[in-house]
């Protein structure tokens, strides 16, 4: 029989397949109100059960009774900690527990993701729309909260084929307790600006940043090793970084370029890093396309970088950019035996000084076409 229930109710419509529109609804579940432990424990019983059959664990149904009330009476304590009923025309169809993190897990991710602890949907209400549509609902929730990233621990079973279609990614983790991998995917970007950038010299702030997003930690040894490697390249030949950073200014990706000692016309590049929660959105193309225009400024010939076998998306990057699989020859005292090693042949100009009224005429011709070309003004000394 439908159920009316009292408690904060959030509705969404959605077209199901074409049909006339749907509602759901989602329903805070609140301490002490025994008809939303009612409710809940329609769906909350078999998705244990559910859960417990993956991880080949046994409950009975009184002690996961026992762990859903102790769930309900944490709820009220913080305004960024949710668990909801969701009804379709006032039947209860799934669950869902989610929240900020305010802790980490085991410093392996900062604080203050968003993550999800519980989510069902009944088998016979699957593979309708559903689920994403609950899922969107906590992701906006989760927003309002206050946080641009989430995590979860899917199920191999269930989990991962979901939630990889909502957008998470392998961050390449493992929770220590569920021996489970860590999914992550950032949110709300709609209004981020992703800067790229070089870098001759790196200040101590930045060098932390570049071993936090890298090795997750910011213990001096890490953010050492970064400002020693460039102080080397520098003592030795050249260098210099490429640096990506977010709009809170943090560093989401990073490249590192050498010359080598012997060819100043051969250089070298390698530590290519984007943080995981910012990858499929061409950071690292970018940031290898500036790298390459610092480089041709600088006179350079031939690029170089050497690539795990195993690591098919760095292949592809560097096909892209045209780079050539090459017989293996060593770099400096790089230690990369047993890597496969790809050359780019740069292309080389001659640049003649312009006089006064040549530099003139080319300011105006820009100026005449700036808007067509989508331009920036740029000055006479320019």
Not at 62 to 78: A, M, N
Not at 86 to 99: P, R, T
Not at 279 to 299: D, E, F, N, V, W
Not at 335 to 361: C, H, K, W
């Amino acid at each position: 029989m439908p159920l009316i229930l009292s408690g904060a109710i959030f509705i969404s419509k959605f077209n199901e397949r074409g049909s006339a529109m749907k509602e759901l609804k989602f329903v805070q579940l609140e301490k002490g109100n025994e008809e939303h432990l009612k409710s809940a424990k329609s769906v909350w019983i078999p998705f244990i059960h559910e859960v417990n059959a993956h991880d080949k664990e046994i409950q009975t149904e009184d002690e996961i009774v026992l762990g859903l009330r102790k769930r309900i009476g944490i709820q009220g304590s913080r305004k960024d900690m949710h668990f909801e009923i969701v009804l379709l025309n006032n039947e209860v169809i799934g669950i869902a527990m989610f929240a900020i993190d305010l802790g980490t897990i085991y410093g392996l991710l900062e604080p203050g993701y968003g993550t999800v602890m519980g989510f069902y949907i009944k088998p016979e209400y699957r593979r309708r729309g559903y689920g994403k549509e609950l899922y969107m609902h906590i992701e906006d929730v989760l927003k309002n909260d206050g946080t641009s990233k989430m995590y979860i621990c899917p199920d191999a079973v269930t989990g991962v084929p979901f939630w990889s279609a909502m957008g998470f990614r392998d961050s390449g983790k493992f929770d220590p307790d569920d021996k489970k991998p860590i999914y992550i995917k950032r949110i709300n970007r709609l209004h981020e600006i992703i800067s790229v950038f070089t870098s001759e010299y790196l200040s101590h702030e930045l060098a932390e940043k570049i071993a936090l997003m890298q090795w997750h930690t910011k213990e001096p040894q890490f953010t050492n090793g970064v400002k020693r490697m460039v102080y080397d390249g520098k003592l030795f030949s050249d260098c210099f970084n490429v640096i990506a950073t977010n709009t809170n200014n943090n560093v989401v990706g990073r490249l590192y370029c050498q010359t080598n000692q012997e060819d100043p016309f051969l250089w070298y590049y390698g530590d290519l890093a984007v943080s995981p929660e910012y990858r499929r959105q061409h950071i690292a193309t970018k940031m290898l396309t500036c790298a390459i225009s610092t480089l041709m400024s600088r006179g350079c010939h031939v690029l170089r970088t050497y690539v795990d076998p195993d690591n098919i998306p760095s292949i592809k990057l560097q096909k892209t950019f045209d780079f050539l699989e090459k017989s293996y020859k060593t770099f400096d005292n790089l230690l990369n035996e047993g890597q496969t090693m790809f050359e780019l042949e740069l292309e080389q100009y001659n640049v003649i000084p312009a006089s006064a009224d040549e530099a003139r005429f080319v300011t105006m011709l820009y100026g005449e076409n700036q808007e067509a070309l989508h331009g920036a003004v740029i000055m006479l000394d320019k």
